[in-house]
């Protein structure tokens, strides 16, 4: 059976940095999280200038996955467990905080001397409570190593993580997450399911789409009903889709500046940690 839409949440400015924005339309005034699934993060297209020196400093993470689906450019990671990696369009990044990690992220440096445009979706993947003190890991994968699912003309989904249409993504996951990126041409209709329990998202990146029977706006996240398994997809527009489903975590979430713990007071432990350099130092 269809599921139905609980929520169409419209990406909202929010600033990163002094400078920098993203549309964020999770967590939203009108929803808050669906535990695993914390933040949702677009970077519109934006044009590096040849010669520029952007890039977000070095800054702390603890007790979550922040990960990047890189749509176009070129994104470098670095961090002071050890991993420094550039990765390009179409490819995803996922770095697991763990105990806690300082990192810096932007355009690698190729896209700093020549110019070029940058757009991604970052989300904020949280892990149970028994995870959030493990060691630092990072993974990504490359575009042609994401399974093509749901094949057809005229329809190009890649499946990062988590297992769908009898295949698996390369990502490997705490818990179960089924994550899909992908474009689907004007005209074209494609069934998507999910596991009833589940937490379901579908960010429309671009293009407008009909689900299941309700048109939506680019740069709108829908949050689905846990109940039944069905998502009908019909392309209004030429789109593109980053596709969630997630087996819930059911504990109690606390979210403060770049921290995903349990209790308030863990999070206070994080900021003060990081204050006294607990986090340890990284060069850029």
Same mark, same amino acid.
Request: glycine residues 8%; negative net charge.
């Given at each position: 059976?269809?599921?139905?839409?609980?929520?169409?949440l419209?990406?909202?400015?929010?600033f990163?940095?002094?400078? %920098?924005?993203? =549309?964020?339309? =999770?967590?939203?005034?009108?929803?808050?999280?669906?535990?695993?699934?914390?933040?949702?993060?677009?970077?519109?297209p934006?044009?590096?200038? @040849?010669?520029?020196a952007?890039?977000i400093?070095?800054?702390?993470h603890?007790?979550?996955? $922040?990960?990047t689906?890189?749509l176009?450019?070129e994104?470098?990671? !670095?961090?002071?467990?050890?991993?420094d %990696?550039?990765?390009?369009?179409?490819?995803?990044?996922w770095?697991?905080?763990?105990?806690g990690?300082?990192?810096?992220?932007?355009?690698?440096?190729?896209?700093?001397n020549n110019?070029? +445009?940058?757009?991604?979706?970052?989300?904020?993947?949280?892990? $149970?409570k028994?995870?959030?003190?493990d060691?630092?890991?990072?993974?990504s994968?490359? !575009?042609?190593?994401? @399974? !093509?699912?749901?094949?057809?003309?005229g329809?190009?989904?890649?499946l990062?993580?988590?297992?769908?249409?009898?295949?698996?993504g390369?990502?490997?996951?705490?818990? @179960?997450v089924i994550?899909? #990126?992908?474009?689907?041409?004007?005209?074209?209709?494609?069934?998507?399911?999910a596991? $009833?329990?589940?937490?379901t998202? =579908?960010?429309v990146i671009?293009?407008?789409?009909?689900?299941?029977?309700e048109?939506?706006?680019p740069?709108?996240?829908?949050?689905?009903?846990?109940e039944?398994?069905e998502?009908i997809?019909?392309?209004?527009e030429d789109?593109?889709?980053l596709?969630?489903?997630?087996?819930?975590?059911?504990? @109690?979430?606390a979210?403060?500046?770049n921290? #995903?713990?349990?209790t308030?007071e863990? +999070?206070?432990q994080?900021?003060?940690d990081y204050?006294?350099g607990?986090?340890? +130092?990284l060069s850029?």
């Amino acid at each position: 059976m269809k599921k139905s839409i609980a929520h169409i949440l419209k990406g909202r400015e929010k600033f990163i940095t002094k400078e %920098e924005t993203v =549309l964020q339309p =999770l967590p939203h005034k009108d929803f808050r999280f669906a535990n695993p699934f914390i933040v949702l993060h677009h970077q519109l297209p934006k044009t590096i200038q @040849p010669g520029s020196a952007h890039r977000i400093h070095p800054h702390p993470h603890r007790g979550f996955a $922040p990960v990047t689906f890189l749509l176009q450019g070129e994104g470098y990671h !670095k961090d002071n467990a050890g991993h420094d %990696e550039t990765i390009k369009a179409g490819d995803v990044q996922w770095m697991f905080a763990g105990k806690g990690v300082l990192h810096s992220e932007g355009p690698s440096q190729d896209i700093l001397n020549n110019g070029g +445009t940058q757009e991604f979706v970052q989300l904020w993947i949280n892990v $149970p409570k028994a995870n959030k003190w493990d060691e630092p890991t990072y993974q990504s994968a490359a !575009k042609d190593q994401l @399974p !093509k699912i749901l094949q057809q003309e005229g329809v190009n989904l890649r499946l990062a993580s988590g297992e769908y249409d009898g295949l698996t993504g390369p990502i490997k996951t705490y818990t @179960p997450v089924i994550s899909v #990126v992908g474009d689907i041409n004007q005209g074209k209709r494609v069934q998507l399911t999910a596991t $009833p329990g589940y937490w379901t998202l =579908l960010y429309v990146i671009k293009g407008r789409i009909c689900v299941n029977q309700e048109s939506v706006q680019p740069q709108h996240l829908i949050v689905f009903e846990k109940e039944n398994d069905e998502i009908i997809v019909i392309a209004e527009e030429d789109a593109q889709v980053l596709f969630l489903s997630a087996e819930p975590i059911d504990e @109690p979430v606390a979210a403060k500046d770049n921290f #995903v713990m349990n209790t308030q007071e863990e +999070t206070e432990q994080a900021i003060t940690d990081y204050k006294n350099g607990v986090f340890g +130092t990284l060069s850029y």
